[in-house]
């Protein structure tokens, strides 16, 4: 039989610890497949952040270095700036950038810091038993949400694509999804581009991608794409928010 695709190779074990259904893990792949395709290995360094990816440091081939919770840009800025011929990513979930780190990333982005920016955006702190984040959907059902998210209890979701287009440093901006295989097509694209505004100095760089987080949606794995596609994604619309 004709092998028509493989894993990338680095990506070391197709084996992980994260639950049946997780969004992150197809994030990952999609991410080690572009970094292979380009060319990359040799120069890629990931700042990773805290949550259910921090364990993905084991199965991935390229240099890793663990930031504390949220502040994976600032020392991404350090890395960039006495590397600047590395290939600099970031890794993180919404709670890490949105909610416990969101001055590091806003700063980060004014600055135009010549790294890439990923964030696993799946509305819950996941790692932790899923308690509601800065991007916890109004009315979506948290571990601190019993009732579900409200406006005037809670406050709103934040876009974080949206709030960091806006700033001058920000040169490629976009949002995808892993959702379905379209979305996962389009997420490589995203991923692709990002990528390359980098590789060309342009600036900042943000990759949102919506992940599914089934255990702390409180459904079952095969149900997170219909709950992604129904709660999260008419609050997170897909799509390039901003390209120089
Ligand atoms: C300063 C600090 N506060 C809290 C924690 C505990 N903590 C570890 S992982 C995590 C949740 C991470 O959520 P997110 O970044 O959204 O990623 P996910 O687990 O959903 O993939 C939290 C709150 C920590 N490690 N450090
Ligand atoms: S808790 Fe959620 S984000 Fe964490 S591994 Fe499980 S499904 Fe993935």
């Known amino acids: ?9 680095l990506l070391l074990k197709t084996e992980h610890s994260l639950c049946p259904g997780c969004g992150e893990p197809v994030a990952l ?27 993905f440091p084991m199965i991935m081939d390229v240099d890793v270095m663990q930031a504390l919770h949220g502040r994976a840009p600032s020392v991404a800025t350090g890395v960039k700036r006495v590397r600047p011929d590395a ?8 709670g890490d950038m949105i909610s416990e780190g969101l ?27 899923g308690h509601m984040t800065a991007a916890t959907v109004l009315g979506q059902h948290t571990k601190t949400t019993v009732g ?55 600036g900042f760089s943000l990759v949102e991608i919506l992940t599914m987080c089934p255990t702390d949606w409180f459904v079952t794995p095969d ?10 994604k008419p609050i997170y619309p897909l799509g390039v928010i901003k390209s120089l």
């Not at 292979?36 to 952040?49: F, N, S």
């Not at 700063?107 to 810091?113: I, N």
């Not at 149900?223 to 999260?232: D, T, V």
């Open 148 to 202: 579900g998210r409200d406006r005037e209890r809670h406050g709103n979701p934040i876009k974080i694509s949206e709030l960091l287009a806006q700033l001058d440093g920000a040169a490629y901006v976009a949002r995808a999804a892993v959702h379905t295989p379209s979305g996962i097509k389009l997420t490589k694209q995203y991923l692709h581009d990002a990528f390359r505004a980098q590789l060309e100095g342009k």
């Open 29 to 55: 792949r999609i991410i080690l497949e572009l970094i292979q395709e380009l060319g990359l290995r040799d120069r890629t360094i990931c700042v990773a952040g805290i949550g259910c990816y921090t364990a």
């Open 223 to 232: 149900q997170g794409p219909a709950f992604l596609e129904e709660k999260l």
């Open 87 to 94: 290939f600099v990513f970031t890794m993180q979930g919404d």
């Open 1 to 9: 039989m004709q092998k028509v695709f493989e894993k990338p190779d």
């Open 103 to 129: 001055q590091e990333v806003i700063h980060s982005a004014a600055r135009g810091e010549k790294f890439t920016a990923i964030v696993f955006n799946n509305a819950v702190f996941g790692e932790t038993g």
